[in-house]
């Protein structure tokens, strides 16, 4: 069975790592979260890890996540949920095409390429926005719909193969909060969806 660590921060409620535990739990996702690490004491998704008794780390830059993640963990694949940290490029080499990320945009297959949404208009990107600001800028470019990509961390910026998509009509009357509970669902999905395929 495949091992996890679910990278966390305080930007949000730890929802993602909550859709993983109860994935693993109702048997949907083989795989195993071996730790939970956050950059900061004040994540909840640390209350969650406790509740279900899954160990935790508080890290800071300087601390060897490879070494933790080899020697004690012996992590399979990593998935960022959250992460505030910059990961660095030895890290991203030691685990290449085993890092998960979660992008509240939509990443083309290629540099130069594109994503269209269901109704043929071009999905946006959002390249180097997080959370509230991607949603933000769907509402502030009059886009049709949102949405997020589940892609493999390369070196390249907001960037890599993407292994799931999903879409969200935006409604007339929605706010930042009422569409990004709606997209919310749908990521939990598609990282279920993307870790399955590898795990």
């Given at each position: ?54 160990p935790s780390l508080i890290v ?14 012996q992590i399979d694949y990593v ?121």
């Amino acid at each position: 069975m495949k091992k996890l660590a679910v990278l966390i921060s305080d930007g949000g409620s730890g929802s993602n790592l909550q859709a993983i535990i109860d994935a693993i739990e109702n048997k949907t996702l083989q795989a195993e979260v071996a730790v939970v690490v956050s950059d900061t004491p004040a994540a909840f998704g640390l209350k969650r890890a406790e509740k279900h008794s899954i160990p935790s780390l508080i890290v800071n830059k300087k601390d060897d996540l490879i070494h933790i993640f080899r020697d004690t963990y012996q992590i399979d694949y990593v998935i960022l949920a959250g992460w505030k940290l910059i990961i660095p490029d030895t890290f991203i080499d030691e685990y290449a095409d085993h890092i998960l990320n979660l992008h509240p945009g939509l990443i083309p297959d290629a540099m130069d390429g594109m994503v269209l949404c269901p109704d043929g208009s071009i999905g946006l990107w959002n390249k180097g926005k997080f959370t509230k600001n991607a949603i933000q800028n769907f509402f502030d470019k009059k886009a049709t719909y949102a949405g997020s990509t589940v892609h493999i961390l390369t070196h390249e910026f907001d960037f890599g193969p993407v292994l799931a998509r999903c879409f969200v009509k935006i409604q007339p009357d929605d706010t930042i909060e009422t569409l990004y509970e709606r997209l919310k669902k749908e990521e939990h999905h598609i990282y279920i969806q993307a870790i399955a395929k590898l795990a």
